[in-house]
């Protein structure tokens, strides 16, 4: 697919949605400021996946490290971020490897095979729980980042783990972060039912299930979980931005609910993926130079 190539510093004017190939940073850069009304986003957790391309994040060497990059990556989300903005932040946990090396091919998940991986962070022991949610929430907000809420996503349908001395994961976090104290925040439109049949504010805890999709290898949140983000956060025709797009979930759900999107993401064959799923026209689609 032919594509317009843009560098930066220059910056690109926004008419309608579109697809950025290339690293979230530097594609950030040639974003308008303030022109998102909200990000929703997932971006690669450490150590976990190997997307086999240069630059990816979640290979860093060290916790810190991949810590330091995405505050990086979130300041300039700040930067294109509107003043009244909030940015969802879906981030998983994971175990220290106890200093295995390697971990072998999953038949259904190639990314899941890593040829080298993280020495356990200083400071902590084989088989303790990371903690990377919390430590990355609290990097962000001593960034200048307000935390206003952690959302438990719980999975009812979480896969089985073979493991007899702790409870089986079945949950992440949404971290919801604002850029000011004052923010737009629908609560209405995602209200729910509460026990006695009366609809009362969202809790923070929700039950959604993972969903498989077929295209792909790699983690693709599913549309029920980033829905009354992008309800509660934004009006008709506004910018919702995703600096790790993937397959491009956050698309589909903009387009489901006549929202425009900006999407972010390294490796060209998830954009193409994500393109073919959105049937985004050529035109929409931009590759940014290195
Ligand atoms: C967890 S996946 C996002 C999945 C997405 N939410 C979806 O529903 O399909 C993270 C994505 O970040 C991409 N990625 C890794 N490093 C990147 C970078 N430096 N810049 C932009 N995208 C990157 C990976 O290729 C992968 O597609």
């Not at 930066?8 to 690293?23: F, M, Q």
């Not at 356990?120 to 907000?141: E, S, V």
Request: positive net charge.
């Amino acid at each position: 697919m032919k594509r317009n190539t843009v560098s930066p510093p220059s910056r690109i004017k926004l008419t309608d949605s579109a697809i950025l190939e290339g690293d979230a940073l530097n594609a950030l850069r040639i974003l308008p400021p303030r022109f998102a009304q909200c990000v929703v986003t997932s971006p690669p957790y450490w150590g976990l996946r190997d997307y086999h391309i240069d630059g990816q994040i979640g290979l860093e060497p060290t916790l810190p490290q991949f810590i330091n990059h995405l505050v990086a990556v979130f300041n300039e989300v700040k930067r294109v971020l509107r003043d009244d903005g909030i940015l969802w932040l879906n981030i998983g946990d994971g175990y220290t490897s106890g200093n295995r090396r390697y971990r072998a091919a999953d038949k259904k998940n190639p990314a899941r095979a890593m040829t080298t991986r993280p020495d356990t962070p200083d400071g902590l022991k084989p088989k303790d729980l990371q903690g990377i949610p919390w430590r990355l929430a609290f990097a962000l907000q001593e960034d200048g980042w307000y935390l206003r809420s952690d959302i438990v996503w719980n999975k009812p349908n979480a896969m089985p783990e073979s493991v007899k001395d702790r409870p089986t994961r079945s949950h992440e976090y949404l971290f919801m972060l604002t850029k000011s104290k004052q923010y737009y925040y629908d609560y209405d439109a995602i209200r729910e039912t509460g026990l006695d049949g009366r609809y009362r504010n969202r809790r923070s805890v929700w039950d959604v299930n993972t969903q498989a999709f077929s295209d792909s290898h790699f983690a693709t949140f599913p549309a029920k979980l980033i829905e009354p983000c992008i309800a509660a956060s934004t009006r008709k025709d506004d910018y919702v931005l995703d600096p790790f797009f993937g397959s491009g979930t956050v698309g589909v759900v903009c387009t489901h609910k006549h929202r425009r999107y900006v999407g972010i993401e390294l490796n060209p064959d998830y954009v193409l993926l994500a393109a073919k799923r959105l049937n985004a026209a050529k035109e929409e689609i931009i590759k940014v130079a290195v």
